[in-house]
């Protein structure tokens, strides 16, 4: 057991806008590592950082613990209006992740599925479906699915069709339902052969931010160097989603090549600062994929 004082200490180091982002990430990772009430009370501190950079991040780190506990600070980022799109969407999707389907998590679901800002609704419409789905599973009314090689809570199941041509064009359909596609992205992410993170890679043209930024996330799971070039493209449009260009960001730094690396210190200082403090954490990400340390952490706390 790790005591409070110690998690309360990364707690502090978390919301320390004194210290470099790519520390409290990793004291936000550290705390999501250990699990528990004391550490997601620590965690929720997180949200009243001003960087909706590390609030969005907090709430990732929730939904991946899955633990109750959780869920009420998670409604209540959902429903700030005031908030930044990207933080109130990554609150959804934690709560699909969670996977409780109590009427207080599909009333909030519900609410926001007609959100004013297309992100937010499409996340909790997904977030809403995965709790059917989960439901469907429970009954033993679901496929025989491909494993999941990256153990990450996704916000949808993988496609029970492995036929990649099959995969790509339901991926890449403006008219299919959006749960059915990230379910073909997660297939696609599974198989990780070549002409699977191609078909990945063409996604990011796909009109759907919440889809773009999805889409990266997973290329950065994968850490196919096939991927560096439509990263870099959707980074260096400063049109594109800041939500998507941060996730583009974070994908090139565990990609963690000397051309990523030159592409991410291009943009250290953007003038979006989300974006700008991706870069940071990216690169941050790369000394990590490129060191012995066993898990992404804080060096206050061996765990």
């Given amino acids: ?45 997180g949200f009243t950082d001003p960087s909706a950079l590390l609030k969005h991040e907090c709430a990732y780190c929730l939904g991946q613990m899955q633990d109750s506990s959780a869920i009420d600070p998670l409604i209540e980022v959902l429903g700030n209006k005031s908030e930044d799109p990207m933080v109130r969407h990554e609150a959804g999707e934690a709560l699909g992740a969670i996977g409780l389907n109590t009427e207080k998590v599909t009333k909030a679901l519900t609410e926001f599925a007609s959100d004013s800002h297309q992100e937010v609704a499409e996340t909790c419409q997904l977030a809403l479906a995965r709790l059917e789905w989960l439901e469907k599973k429970k009954q033993n009314l679901v496929e025989n699915l491909s494993d999941n090689p990256y153990f990450s809570v996704d916000p949808a199941p993988p496609d029970a069709n492995r036929d990649i041509p099959f995969l790509r064009q339901k991926l890449l359909n403006e008219e299919e339902n959006m749960f059915e596609r990230y379910r073909a992205m997660f297939q696609l992410r599974n198989d ?11 996604g990011l043209k796909c009109k759907s931010a919440l889809f773009r930024h999805e889409i990266a996330y997973v290329l950065g799971q994968i850490q196919s160097p ?78």
Avoid: W
Avoid at 13 to 39: H, I
């Fill in 226 to 303: 096939l991927s560096i070039e439509a990263l870099r493209v959707n980074l260096e449009d400063n049109n594109e989603n800041h939500m998507v260009r941060h996730e583009c960001a974070e994908a090139l730094g565990a990609l963690a090549t000397d051309e990523c690396v030159n592409i991410l210190n291009r943009y250290l200082n953007d003038k979006e600062q989300v974006v700008k403090e991706s870069c940071e954490v990216a690169l941050d990400i790369t000394d990590y994929e490129k060191s012995n340390d066993f898990q992404y952490a804080n060096g206050l706390l061996t765990v």
């Fill in 1 to 45: 057991m790790v005591d409070a004082e110690k998690l309360n200490k990364l707690g502090d180091l978390l919301v320390d806008q004194s210290v470099p982002m790519k520390a409290r990430y990793r004291a936000l990772f550290t705390l999501k590592n250990l699990g528990g009430k004391e550490a997601i009370l620590n965690i929720t501190k």
């Fill in 192 to 202: 990780g052969s070549d002409q699977a993170i191609l078909a990945l890679c063409d």
